[in-house]
């Protein structure tokens, strides 16, 4: 009797709550004879809760070469294997590409197990055009290569995706409005599916204002959606209208303009052309 290779499933997990696992997901874990997983200290807390038996052993950036042929073999001979990461869709910002490559070119039947994954959630509840997007990952973490990179971004057309952790989320939101400029909208989506998430949709200028103020908004996890240039839908300026209105009845125009900026998060030169506007000098 021939053998028959095995399947590679590739299995996304929860980014936060638990009860966002598939039930199939659960079934093919406790089907299979081994799971891969990025950290199998972190996927054992997971297996646990579901009571899942399954045998585990490290699939990660450091072991992918080693890891990837002893899997293969396994799966040449017969067996089912589950690819896991530390949370949602496996190879999304997690290892996997090798294992995947591999499997492939070896005559192996990949199959995805769909479930949650952080980019999509986010972009789903961010309110910005998703009919085209970019997924860029995680920006560099060195200052100038992460502006280089923002500065190649700036003209994109599409809304662009990225991931972020709370040691580098500020110093990010601060390049994204210095590069493309503080009216940009952005969506901040900040522990998705956990006690403590937050999703908030506005100009770069006021989202850094405001994780700036408030040092909780710069813990957790994070997604950043970035509107894509030319996209901006026009703002309601009600709002900064009135304020300016208030500021200038005090105040000289240009302390005004640069009050009314701070709050509103719009450019002073927007701000100067509606105070020149309202004193009828534009006319
Ligand atoms: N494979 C995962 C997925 O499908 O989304 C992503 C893994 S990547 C190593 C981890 C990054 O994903 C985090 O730094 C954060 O940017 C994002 N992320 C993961 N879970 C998240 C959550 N619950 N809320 C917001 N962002 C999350």
């Known amino acids: 009797m021939s053998i028959v290779a095995g399947v590679l499933y590739v299995v996304a997990t929860p980014i936060g709550n638990l009860n966002d696992i598939s039930p199939r997901a659960l ?75 591999e499997a492939q070119a070896a005559g192996i039947r990949v199959e995805p197990v769909p479930g949650a994954c952080a980019l999509i959630a986010a972009l789903s509840a961010s309110g910005l055009p998703t009919d085209r997007f970019t997924f860029e990952g995680f920006l560099p973490a060195k200052s100038q290569a992460r502006r280089a990179r ?43 599916s956990k006690q403590f998430e937050t999703i908030r949709t506005a100009s770069a200028a006021e989202i850094l204002a405001w994780v700036r103020g408030d040092v909780d908004q710069t813990k957790g996890e994070f997604v950043i959606c970035v509107q894509g240039a030319g996209e901006e839908t026009e703002p309601d300026l009600t709002e900064a209208r009135r304020i300016l209105d208030c500021l200038s009845a005090e105040l000289p125009g240009s302390q005004a303009v640069k009050l009314a900026a701070r709050i509103t998060g719009l450019p002073k030169n927007r701000l100067y052309a509606m105070l020149i506007d309202a004193s009828g000098d534009g006319s």
């Open 150 to 192: 923002l500065e190649a971004l700036a003209e994109v057309s599409c809304t662009l995706v990225f991931y972020e952790s709370s040691h580098r989320i500020l110093d990010t939101l601060t390049d994204l409005a210095d590069i493309f400029g503080g009216d940009r909208t952005l969506c901040l989506a900040r522990e998705i």
């Open 27 to 101: 079934e093919v874990l406790g089907a299979v004879d081994l799971i891969a997983a990025e950290d199998t200290r972190h996927s054992a807390r997971l297996l646990r809760h579901f009571r899942v038996q399954t045998p585990c052993r490290a699939y990660h950036d450091h072991n992918e070469q080693t890891a990837s042929r002893g899997l293969i073999d396994r799966l040449t001979a017969g067996q089912n294997i589950a690819l896991i990461s530390d949370a949602g869709t496996p190879l999304i910002s997690d290892p996997g590409y090798r294992l995947i490559k």
